[in-house]
């Protein structure tokens, strides 16, 4: 089991998962964060500090794209370990369906 990253991340990006991750499994993309599952060692104390509640362990049905999403940008973006300001919207954005296509973007993050 991994945990994965799923679109009610995008344009959220709270970061307060990042903060509490003991391996740094988190990537950063322009709008979203993902999981590199490899990494990832299931100890679950990210799920609880996302306020979009966009953590989810990989065993609930119908996250496989999620999955693999979070595979190949996790290989792509740079790592981040430390808390960033959320974009200045966030809050509108929280709860928002459809946003991975309407709001992704593949393209990397800073990272730190």
Known sequence: MTYVVTDACIRCKYM???????????????NMLVINPNECIDC???EPEC??????????????????????????????TTKGEPPADADAMKGETGKFEKYFSPEPGEGS
């Open 16 to 30: 307060d998962c990042v903060e509490v991750c003991p391996v740094d499994c988190f990537y950063e993309g322009e």
């Open 44 to 46: 679950g104390v990210c």
């Open 51 to 80: 306020p979009a509640e966009a953590i989810l362990p990989d065993t609930e049905s119908g996250l496989e794209q999620w999955l693999e999403l979070n595979t190949r940008y996790s290989a792509e973006w740079p790592n981040i």
